[in-house]
Protein backbone atom coordinates (compact mmCIF):
# COMPACT_ATOMS: atom_id res chain seq x y z
CA UNK A 1 0.00 0.00 0.00
CA UNK A 2 0.80 3.23 -0.97
CA UNK A 3 0.63 6.53 1.77
CA UNK A 4 0.11 9.98 0.52
CA UNK A 5 2.40 11.23 3.09
CA UNK A 6 5.42 9.59 1.54
CA UNK A 7 4.63 9.78 -1.56
CA UNK A 8 5.08 12.83 -3.93
CA UNK A 9 2.87 11.49 -6.73
CA UNK A 10 -0.25 9.75 -4.87
CA UNK A 11 -0.36 12.94 -2.40
CA UNK A 12 -0.71 15.45 -5.96
CA UNK A 13 -3.55 12.95 -6.94
CA UNK A 14 -5.06 13.10 -3.73
CA UNK A 15 -4.61 16.63 -3.85
CA UNK A 16 -6.52 16.55 -6.63
CA UNK A 17 -9.57 14.09 -6.82
CA UNK A 18 -9.97 13.11 -3.16
CA UNK A 19 -10.17 15.78 -0.89
CA UNK A 20 -10.88 18.97 -2.65
CA UNK A 21 -14.45 19.84 -0.92
CA UNK A 22 -14.15 16.71 1.05
CA UNK A 23 -15.28 14.54 -1.56
CA UNK A 24 -13.64 11.37 -0.42
CA UNK A 25 -16.49 11.89 2.60
CA UNK A 26 -19.65 13.07 0.64
CA UNK A 27 -19.29 9.92 -1.54
CA UNK A 28 -21.99 7.82 -0.50
CA UNK A 29 -24.72 8.45 2.32
CA UNK A 30 -23.86 12.11 2.74
CA UNK A 31 -24.80 12.88 -1.06
CA UNK A 32 -28.50 12.11 -0.71
CA UNK A 33 -28.87 14.32 2.20
CA UNK A 34 -27.76 17.22 0.59
CA UNK A 35 -30.02 19.82 -1.23
CA UNK A 36 -30.94 19.85 -4.62
CA UNK A 37 -28.68 22.31 -6.09
CA UNK A 38 -25.47 20.85 -3.82
CA UNK A 39 -26.16 17.92 -5.44
CA UNK A 40 -26.46 18.74 -8.64
CA UNK A 41 -23.01 20.50 -8.39
CA UNK A 42 -21.26 17.55 -6.50
CA UNK A 43 -22.09 15.29 -9.78
CA UNK A 44 -21.40 17.92 -12.24
CA UNK A 45 -17.77 18.27 -10.80
CA UNK A 46 -17.63 14.54 -9.74
CA UNK A 47 -18.39 13.76 -13.55
CA UNK A 48 -15.56 16.58 -14.95
CA UNK A 49 -13.00 14.80 -12.19
CA UNK A 50 -13.82 11.00 -14.25
CA UNK A 51 -13.72 12.52 -17.11
CA UNK A 52 -10.22 14.21 -16.08
CA UNK A 53 -8.12 11.77 -14.41
CA UNK A 54 -6.51 8.78 -16.48
CA UNK A 55 -6.41 5.14 -16.30
CA UNK A 56 -2.70 5.23 -14.70
CA UNK A 57 -3.57 7.78 -11.98
CA UNK A 58 -6.50 5.68 -11.31
CA UNK A 59 -4.44 2.97 -10.51
CA UNK A 60 -2.32 5.25 -8.34
CA UNK A 61 -4.92 5.86 -6.44
CA UNK A 62 -6.10 2.03 -6.10
CA UNK A 63 -2.60 1.28 -4.38
CA UNK A 64 -3.49 4.48 -1.96
CA UNK A 65 -5.51 3.80 1.46
CA UNK A 66 -9.51 3.74 1.85
CA UNK A 67 -10.33 7.14 0.98
CA UNK A 68 -8.15 7.01 -2.56
CA UNK A 69 -9.36 3.36 -3.38
CA UNK A 70 -13.29 4.41 -2.31
CA UNK A 71 -12.93 7.70 -4.25
CA UNK A 72 -11.13 6.22 -7.33
CA UNK A 73 -13.74 3.32 -7.49
CA UNK A 74 -16.95 6.17 -7.82
CA UNK A 75 -14.98 8.05 -10.86
CA UNK A 76 -14.34 4.52 -12.17
CA UNK A 77 -18.30 3.92 -11.61
CA UNK A 78 -18.70 7.20 -13.22
CA UNK A 79 -16.87 7.17 -16.64
CA UNK A 80 -17.99 3.30 -16.98
CA UNK A 81 -14.30 1.98 -16.75
CA UNK A 82 -15.44 -1.10 -17.29
CA UNK A 83 -11.65 -2.58 -17.88
CA UNK A 84 -10.83 -2.12 -14.11
CA UNK A 85 -14.01 -4.66 -13.37
CA UNK A 86 -11.02 -7.56 -12.06
CA UNK A 87 -8.58 -4.83 -10.16
CA UNK A 88 -11.62 -3.94 -7.91
CA UNK A 89 -13.35 -7.67 -7.59
CA UNK A 90 -9.78 -8.44 -5.98
CA UNK A 91 -9.90 -5.49 -4.13
CA UNK A 92 -13.09 -6.56 -2.17
CA UNK A 93 -12.44 -9.81 -2.01
CA UNK A 94 -9.09 -8.77 -0.11
CA UNK A 95 -10.79 -6.33 1.87
CA UNK A 96 -7.64 -4.69 2.89
CA UNK A 97 -9.14 -1.13 4.03
CA UNK A 98 -12.38 -0.37 5.40
CA UNK A 99 -15.12 1.82 3.56
CA UNK A 100 -13.50 1.03 0.72
CA UNK A 101 -15.89 -1.73 -0.62
CA UNK A 102 -19.30 -0.45 -0.35
CA UNK A 103 -17.62 1.40 -3.71
CA UNK A 104 -16.76 -1.44 -5.74
CA UNK A 105 -20.32 -3.11 -4.74
CA UNK A 106 -22.00 0.16 -6.33
CA UNK A 107 -19.25 -0.34 -9.21
CA UNK A 108 -19.90 -3.68 -9.82
CA UNK A 109 -24.07 -2.63 -9.53
CA UNK A 110 -23.84 0.25 -12.29
CA UNK A 111 -21.48 -2.21 -14.98
CA UNK A 112 -24.74 -4.45 -14.33
CA UNK A 113 -23.09 -7.64 -16.17
CA UNK A 114 -23.05 -11.08 -15.32
CA UNK A 115 -19.62 -10.60 -14.40
CA UNK A 116 -19.87 -8.01 -12.22
CA UNK A 117 -22.16 -10.60 -10.52
CA UNK A 118 -20.17 -13.40 -10.26
CA UNK A 119 -18.13 -11.46 -8.68
CA UNK A 120 -20.45 -9.89 -5.78
CA UNK A 121 -21.35 -13.52 -5.22
CA UNK A 122 -17.65 -14.27 -5.01
CA UNK A 123 -17.28 -12.01 -2.00
CA UNK A 124 -20.39 -13.71 -0.63
CA UNK A 125 -19.36 -16.51 -1.11
CA UNK A 126 -16.35 -15.90 1.61
CA UNK A 127 -17.63 -13.68 3.71
CA UNK A 128 -20.48 -15.04 5.04
CA UNK A 129 -18.63 -17.70 5.87
CA UNK A 130 -17.53 -15.65 8.34
CA UNK A 131 -20.02 -14.50 10.97
CA UNK A 132 -16.86 -12.48 13.23
CA UNK A 133 -16.64 -10.43 10.35
CA UNK A 134 -18.84 -7.84 9.77
CA UNK A 135 -17.44 -6.33 6.28
CA UNK A 136 -18.98 -5.85 3.44
CA UNK A 137 -21.88 -7.87 3.24
CA UNK A 138 -24.65 -5.96 2.70
CA UNK A 139 -24.03 -4.10 0.34
CA UNK A 140 -22.55 -6.58 -1.45
CA UNK A 141 -26.40 -8.90 -1.09
CA UNK A 142 -27.68 -4.94 -2.24
CA UNK A 143 -25.73 -5.06 -5.21
CA UNK A 144 -26.23 -8.58 -6.12
CA UNK A 145 -30.06 -8.53 -5.71
CA UNK A 146 -29.56 -5.01 -7.70
CA UNK A 147 -28.34 -6.68 -10.48
CA UNK A 148 -30.49 -9.89 -10.22
CA UNK A 149 -33.44 -7.37 -10.91
CA UNK A 150 -31.65 -6.07 -13.61
CA UNK A 151 -30.57 -9.36 -15.27
CA UNK A 152 -33.61 -11.23 -14.34
CA UNK A 153 -31.31 -13.58 -12.73
CA UNK A 154 -31.40 -15.27 -8.97
CA UNK A 155 -28.25 -15.74 -7.92
CA UNK A 156 -29.03 -14.25 -4.07
CA UNK A 157 -31.87 -17.03 -4.06
CA UNK A 158 -29.23 -19.16 -2.43
CA UNK A 159 -27.84 -17.01 0.17
CA UNK A 160 -31.04 -15.83 1.38
CA UNK A 161 -32.66 -19.75 1.57
CA UNK A 162 -33.84 -20.39 5.06
CA UNK A 163 -30.59 -22.46 5.64
CA UNK A 164 -28.77 -19.90 3.37
CA UNK A 165 -25.27 -18.07 4.01
CA UNK A 166 -26.83 -14.73 4.74
CA UNK A 167 -28.98 -16.03 7.81
CA UNK A 168 -26.44 -17.76 8.82
CA UNK A 169 -24.06 -14.90 9.11
CA UNK A 170 -26.90 -12.50 10.73
CA UNK A 171 -27.31 -14.93 13.05
CA UNK A 172 -23.63 -15.39 14.29
CA UNK A 173 -21.91 -15.69 17.00
CA UNK A 174 -21.92 -12.72 17.21
CA UNK A 175 -25.27 -12.30 16.29
CA UNK A 176 -25.60 -8.68 14.07
CA UNK A 177 -28.29 -5.94 15.86
CA UNK A 178 -29.82 -3.22 14.31
CA UNK A 179 -29.76 -4.47 10.66
CA UNK A 180 -31.31 -4.13 7.56
CA UNK A 181 -33.21 -6.17 5.22
CA UNK A 182 -31.62 -7.62 1.76
CA UNK A 183 -34.17 -5.24 0.12
CA UNK A 184 -33.32 -2.45 2.05
CA UNK A 185 -29.81 -3.19 1.07
CA UNK A 186 -30.34 -3.27 -2.57
CA UNK A 187 -32.61 0.25 -2.58
CA UNK A 188 -29.46 2.18 -0.83
CA UNK A 189 -27.25 0.61 -3.33
CA UNK A 190 -30.01 1.41 -6.73
CA UNK A 191 -30.01 4.87 -5.12
CA UNK A 192 -26.17 5.26 -5.49
CA UNK A 193 -26.59 3.99 -8.81
CA UNK A 194 -28.55 6.70 -10.17
CA UNK A 195 -26.40 9.00 -8.55
CA UNK A 196 -23.61 7.73 -10.03
CA UNK A 197 -25.48 8.15 -13.51
CA UNK A 198 -26.17 11.77 -12.79
CA UNK A 199 -22.53 11.92 -12.71
CA UNK A 200 -22.02 10.52 -15.65
CA UNK A 201 -23.95 12.47 -17.27
CA UNK A 202 -21.27 14.99 -16.71
CA UNK A 203 -18.58 12.60 -17.94
CA UNK A 204 -17.17 13.39 -21.48
CA UNK A 205 -14.75 9.92 -20.84
CA UNK A 206 -17.84 7.50 -19.87
CA UNK A 207 -17.65 4.40 -22.04
CA UNK A 208 -20.81 4.04 -24.90
Do not use: N
Request: net charge neutral.
Amino acid sequence: MRYAHEDPELLALVRRYVTPDRRYLKLGGPVMRMTEPDRAKFTRELGEAASDITPRELTVLLEGGWRERKTAAWLITVARRTEFRERLGELLLASEVCYAGTAYCVTFATFGTPADADLLAAYLDRYLRRPDLYYDQPAAMGALLHLDAKLRADQAARFLARDGLWHQWIDGPPRKEHHGTPDSYREIISQFCVLADEGTEHCTARKR
